[in-house]
């Protein structure tokens, strides 16, 4: 889902697709400019739908624009809906920035842990810390040499039984003279995380839930979160449980391709999806591919919810807005303003986390 697709011409593209292609990034190839500074190629922005606006408006003189209803409910926050996407709910700002700093660390450091699962495990196995390794500029490498039971401190990071071991060392080591073995620097992994897993496991390659697999449990306070954000797209007298959640990263160009998540038992149950981090666009489409796609922001501390119809809806994410006049995270900038934190400010200034909770079964 991640990329793009080399399709001829717009006459072969789906609505999605086009929508897409209108909203992704692009360069424009100036040779007289710098080879170092790459100039954004602009884009119409003027049909995205600004929840953000729209709360502003609505709080100084009570309008909506055509389309778009407050939901009645008792949520801290107004709860928007949009009249041609039923079960499609919209919160702006509904996570306090404490709130946002606290699981962008967590989406960083402890989701990626084994035995959760990452798209990295394909190719090196479960990787231990690799946020840690990647601020001490440390490089993964190829280790044919079997350790005894409980390794050593140069390999505990990362523990793959049945292939090739790995393991992180000081990039000194990894690039002395005579070694050959094959190495990858943790930085370049961390920009290359796109995906990780807790709670019961997803089968990506048999595309269902694995409730054999090992993981570790969601955590408390993200299921408390979750379960309050799902209140307002609940069946009547139902308890939302979360069971799975899936954290997608992403990174200056990257995009998240028109998809269904089809796969939980019930559909009546809201997928709970939380941004963090980089101003996004969102494409809210049909139940075809041909269905033209509303698209509109997402900003950190946003909230979506789909259930029901809205769950037979394509969506993505074709575009993330990592410039200082777009990006919209100074409220971020300042929470983690602290040394301690400034490694999370520099992954944060030029990603977005997108977490999203479900109940499975």
Not at 157 to 169: A, I, K, M, Y
Not at 250 to 256: A, E, K
Request: with cysteine.
């Amino acid at each position: 889902m991640y990329g793009s697709e080399a399709v001829a011409d717009d006459s072969d593209r789906t609505a999605f697709r086009r929508a897409e292609k209108k909203y992704k990034l692009y360069y424009d190839h100036n040779p007289k400019s710098s080879k170092k500074k790459k100039q954004t190629r602009p884009v119409d922005l003027s049909q995205v739908i600004d929840f953000k606006s729209i709360l502003e408006s609505f709080n100084r003189n009570g309008e909506l624009p055509p389309g778009v209803f407050r939901l009645p409910c008792d949520s801290d926050r107004p709860v928007f809906c949009l009249e041609d996407r039923p079960g499609f709910y919209f919160i702006h700002g509904a996570i306090s920035i404490e709130e946002q700093c606290q699981w962008i660390k967590e989406s960083l450091t402890s989701f990626p842990q084994p035995p959760n699962r990452t798209n990295h495990n394909a190719i090196f196995g479960p990787i231990c810390d690799l946020f840690i390794a990647a601020g001490e500029r440390k490089v993964l490498v190829e280790n044919d040499i079997p350790y005894p039971d409980g390794g050593s401190e140069s390999n505990s990071s990362v523990s793959n039984v049945d292939g090739p071991r790995w393991r992180f060392c000081k990039e000194p080591s990894a690039s002395s003279k005579g070694n050959t073995s094959k190495s990858i620097p943790a930085s370049v992994l961390l920009r290359k995380l796109r995906w990780s897993t807790l709670g019961l496991q997803f089968d990506w390659s048999k595309r269902n839930y694995n409730v054999s697999i090992p993981h570790n449990k969601i955590p408390d306070a993200l299921c408390e979160l979750a379960k309050r954000m799902a209140v307002p797209a609940m069946p009547l007298g139902e308890n939302f449980q979360p069971e799975a959640a899936i954290v997608n990263y992403f990174g200056l160009g990257d995009m998240l391709g028109g998809h269904l998540d089809d796969m939980e038992v019930d559909w009546s149950k809201p997928i709970v999806s939380m941004s963090l981090g980089c101003k996004a666009i969102f494409l809210l489409g049909g139940k075809s591919r041909d269905d033209f796609p509303l698209a509109m922001f997402l900003r950190s501390g946003d909230i979506v919810l789909m259930a029901g119809e809205a769950r037979e809806c394509f969506h993505g994410v074709p575009r993330i807005f990592t410039d200082d006049e777009n990006s919209e995270i100074t409220p971020l900038e300042l929470q983690f303003s602290q040394q301690n934190d400034l490694c999370f400010l520099e992954y944060i200034r030029t990603s977005r986390i997108n977490i999203n909770i479900r109940q499975v079964f």
